[in-house]
């Protein structure tokens, strides 16, 4: 067979082939499109608000979102609408009277209802307490929800439930025959209103993944949402506060930074471990260096005596006495040979053969007249 048919039949095959594959892969498989969420990033993440604010917009409505409500730069006109998320025990007394100041005159105002707190609950001027709600401490239940056309639907499961106290005007309110707390109540103030709701999940982002925390994404929460804006829709502003208070640093760091914290703290731990002593027999401490100068110049001058260096020993005594020569006399300094052994003994009023031996090198191994001149030397310089 000649190279150019087996060239053919190779290439015939290799077409043959791919068309097989091609044809399993189209009868097996259908090009689809699917919608996958992916995680949040940005504004949503710390703002639970914003896919209200969003929704609200598109709409056609003004609306904007704070992490807390400034009253000294925000005018609240009579149409607006407020809705907090935080503790509204947390206001302080101008703040609340400001807001019953604005909702006299038009204003809604939406809060979540917290959870009792002593110290809280014990400010007689709180905004709660002046409206006359106090919190309950029955335990959450959901309340069922007849929407036309739907499935019962549940709310404020997870919500803090609340009583009314006083001479509060209510407009609407929603709770069950089981007691007398509520879930959601309407309380007329003057020409405005104000919303109590137990629970406010229902109206923020919603988690996307398919999970219990659906937010707006379902539509009886986008229903009931609309229901409680309804008093004031389309007449004004909506300002949505997510967040009074500041989360704390400590507490962010630990839960969105261990991707960077955790990985440091096991380098930390294996540095320590490898840097760490093996257990074993205890080992005696060493001995502390000896640091005394005079130490060290009795064992400089012993090193050179031993090795025959006595002469450097006289030269350095020599050295020091004609260094304070020159300081107390500089003019017998000056002088050499027998002239400067007689000033030197005019000046100490020594005898002259006396200085003459003291300036005299002894010999290398006359241990004697080594040390008799170094004497000389020292009480002449002591002398001057």
């Known amino acids: 067979m000649s190279p150019r048919v087996r060239n053919g039949l190779f290439a015939a095959a290799?077409?043959?082939?791919?068309?097989?594959?091609?044809?399993?892969f189209l009868r097996n498989f259908e090009r689809v499109n699917t919608q996958v969420p992916t995680p949040a990033y940005g504004e949503?993440?710390?703002?639970?608000?914003?896919?209200?604010?969003?929704?609200?917009?598109?709409?056609?409505?003004?609306?904007?979102?704070?992490?807390k409500l400034d009253l000294s730069t925000v005018a609240l006109q009579p149409?607006?609408?407020?809705?907090?998320?935080?503790?509204?025990?947390?206001?302080?007394?101008?703040?609340?009277?400001?807001?019953?100041?604005?909702?006299?005159?038009?204003?809604?105002?939406?809060?979540k209802m917290p959870a009792p707190d002593e110290d809280l609950d014990a400010n007689d001027n709180n905004l709660l307490a002046r409206l006359g709600v106090v919190p309950s401490?029955?335990?959450?239940?959901?309340?069922?929800w007849n929407v036309p056309g739907q499935e019962v639907h549940q709310e404020f499961c997870a919500g803090d439930r609340f009583t009314l106290v006083g001479t509060t005007r209510v407009e609407r309110s929603w709770g069950d025959d089981s007691d007398d707390t509520l879930a959601w109540a309407r309380l007329r103030y003057?020409?405005?209103?104000?919303?109590?709701?137990?629970?406010m999940d229902f109206l923020r982002n919603g988690d996307g993944d398919g999970g219990t925390d659906t937010g707006l994404r379902d539509v009886p929460h986008r229903d009931l949402t609309?229901?409680?804006?309804?008093?004031?829709?389309?007449?004004?502003?909506?300002?949505?506060?997510y967040a009074m208070e500041s989360p704390s640093l400590w507490k962010l760091l630990f839960k969105r930074g261990w991707p960077i914290w955790l990985p440091l703290l096991l380098a930390l731990l294996a540095w320590l471990w490898a840097r760490s002593q093996r257990f074993g027999a205890r080992l005696p401490s060493p001995k502390a260096e000896r640091r005394s100068l005079l130490e060290h110049v009795r064992a400089s001058g012993e090193h050179?005596?031993?090795?025959?260096?006595?002469?450097?020993?006289?030269?350095?005594?020599?050295?020091?006495?004609?260094?304070?020569?020159?300081?107390?006399?500089?003019?017998?300094?000056?002088?050499?040979?027998?002239?400067?052994?007689?000033?030197?003994?005019?000046?100490?009023?020594?005898?002259?053969t006396r200085v003459q031996t003291a300036l005299q090198i002894p010999g290398s191994?006359?241990?004697?007249?080594?040390r008799e001149r170094i004497r000389l030397l020292i009480q002449m310089r002591n002398q001057l």
């Open 14 to 24: 290799a077409l043959l082939l791919v068309a097989i594959v091609v044809v399993w």
């Open 304 to 352: 050179l005596y031993r090795f025959g260096k006595s002469p450097l020993l006289y030269d350095a005594v020599r050295q020091s006495f004609l260094k304070r020569l020159r300081q107390r006399a500089p003019v017998a300094a000056a002088l050499s040979g027998e002239l400067q052994a007689r000033a030197i003994a005019e000046h100490l009023q020594w005898p002259v």
């Open 190 to 199: 003057g020409l405005g209103r104000i919303d109590v709701l137990a629970d």
């Open 365 to 370: 191994r006359d241990d004697t007249a080594l």
């Open 226 to 241: 609309r229901l409680l804006l309804a008093p004031n829709y389309g007449k004004g502003t909506s300002y949505l506060i």
């Open 137 to 144: 401490e029955v335990p959450s239940r959901c309340q069922l």
């Open 79 to 111: 149409g607006d609408t407020v809705v907090m998320l935080d503790d509204a025990r947390t206001l302080t007394e101008p703040q609340v009277d400001a807001l019953l100041e604005w909702i006299e005159f038009g204003g809604q105002l939406l809060l």
């Open 44 to 67: 949503p993440t710390y703002n639970d608000l914003f896919a209200l604010r969003e929704a609200l917009r598109r709409d056609g409505q003004k609306a904007e979102t704070a992490r």
